[in-house]
């Protein structure tokens, strides 16, 4: 298989699941349906192992590092400012396509059996959610936003005590340096757990689902490919100089993977050598903004999907929205992305923008079915905005090599990305 190129084994994965999936269905094949299913699982456990260690040592580190970027606080800065600008846009897309689709107009599900979720996101939750009151608690309850606080935290600790903080710096260095390699041996599994996540979907939901929530299927796949195929290449060419048809050829193995995966963290790896060494990005600076995005940065599952799915809601529930409602679900899309944290899944999301709107928090178990086949588009639209960035910032900071941009994509090898110089001292092995 070394000979297929990895983008090609994914590909593969899909049309073999897709057709086991569709052949358990229509042949009542529960034995397939099973294997499917706990292939599909243990794929995205293995997926979930890798999350705290790596979201924890590659924040503290991509912290740590803004010691080597000359203009540190004004990089951040950009790219924070990019970010939000970005999640702006994408959801007001997301709030027109809905106005214009109308995803609940005529649509009859029966309401009285929709039940809350366990999980329901509000901003004293959100707020209050983001220090941990117990670290293990937050590593082994799988807190993302906690686990992203305290490696914020500590790196920033860090960065002020200086040559004291090497010795730890060194280890985070060298776990989160193991922990993408594990992870990449997990991501070359990718192509068998394609085949189970996408046959178990097809299998499980077959295509009876899609008829009372086609629009909201067409609309956030509709909208997300707007953003994809619209939104970044226009800033891509206009902002970066960078030619987008080059861009997605250097990208497309972290966009492929975070559709099939459904985990932006899962994806950081080949995310962040994608960035440096297909995109020609600073190494230095990719170290801060690419796991940085992987935790912030959601245009799919933090912008677009959920404006349409809260005007779903309000229709289906014959709730009015006005210009107010608009205007706070871009609030709550601009400022509460982070929600996401980078796993698999908006529901913490949605249910911030409901709760925040007043809507009916059952809407959430009206979408559930259909949430995994979204999952795909949102997650690649994810990763795909976590990559902009980067390159629009390092294109304004003089940060970007046209070499690299440009030479021929080389397929992705096994080894991790080198971590960036520690400061004062020689490159990293």
């Known amino acids: 298989m070394k000979r297929v190129s990895f983008s090609l084994q994914l590909l593969l994965g899909l049309v073999v699941g897709a057709a086991l999936g569709f052949a358990a269905l229509v042949w009542n094949l529960e034995w397939l349906s099973g294997v499917l299913t706990e292939v599909g699982n243990i794929f995205v456990q293995l997926l979930r192992l890798a999350v705290a260690p790596l979201v924890f040592t590659a924040v503290v580190v991509s912290v740590a590092n803004l010691r080597n970027v000359g203009n540190a606080a004004r990089l951040a800065g950009k790219t924070l400012l990019w970010f939000l600008a970005t999640a702006l846009i994408a959801v007001v897309v997301g709030i027109v396509l809905g106005l214009v689709i109308n995803p609940g107009q005529g649509v009859t599900l029966d309401t009285s059996g929709a039940e809350a979720p366990e999980r329901v996101g509000s901003w004293v939750d959100f707020l209050t959610g983001i220090i941990p009151t117990n670290v293990v608690t937050a590593f082994s309850e799988l807190n993302v936003l906690q686990i992203v606080f305290l490696g914020v935290v500590l790196g920033a600790a860090a960065l002020a005590i200086g040559e004291k903080a090497e010795p730890f710096l060194t280890l985070s260095r060298s776990i989160l340096e193991l922990v993408q390699k594990a992870l990449w041996w997990v991501i070359r599994l990718a192509p068998i757990g394609t085949a189970g996540l996408i046959g178990k979907a097809v299998a499980t939901y077959g295509w009876d689902l899609l008829g009372p929530l086609a629009r909201v299927s067409l609309g956030v796949y509709v909208g997300c490919l ?190 991790p990305v080198a971590p960036a110089r520690p400061a004062g001292g020689s490159a990293a092995a």
């Open 226 to 415: 707007i953003v994809l195929l619209a939104v970044y290449p226009t800033l891509l060419a206009l902002v970066g100089k960078v030619n987008p048809v080059t861009f997605f050829r250097n990208a497309w193995p972290a966009i492929e993977l975070a559709f099939v995966s459904r985990s932006s963290v899962g994806t950081l790896p080949v995310t962040q050598k994608v960035t440096i060494e297909r995109l020609g990005v600073d190494r230095d600076y990719a170290a801060f903004a690419v796991p940085f995005g992987a935790t912030t940065k959601m245009d799919g599952c933090a912008s677009v999907y959920p404006a349409i799915a809260a005007i779903f809601v309000a229709q289906v529930y014959d709730i009015p929205l006005g210009l107010g409602e608009y205007l706070l679900i871009a609030f709550v899309a601009v400022v509460g992305s982070a929600a996401t944290a980078g796993l698999t899944g908006a529901i913490v999301m949605l249910t911030l923008t409901l709760s925040t709107l007043g809507l009916p928090l059952e809407g959430v178990g009206l979408l559930l079915a259909i949430d995994p086949i979204l999952d795909m588009i949102r997650t690649a639209t994810n990763v795909t905005g976590q990559i902009v960035v980067p390159v629009l910032v390092a294109r304004s900071e003089n940060r970007l090599d046209d070499a690299v941009l440009n030479a021929p994509p080389q397929p992705l090898d096994s080894a």
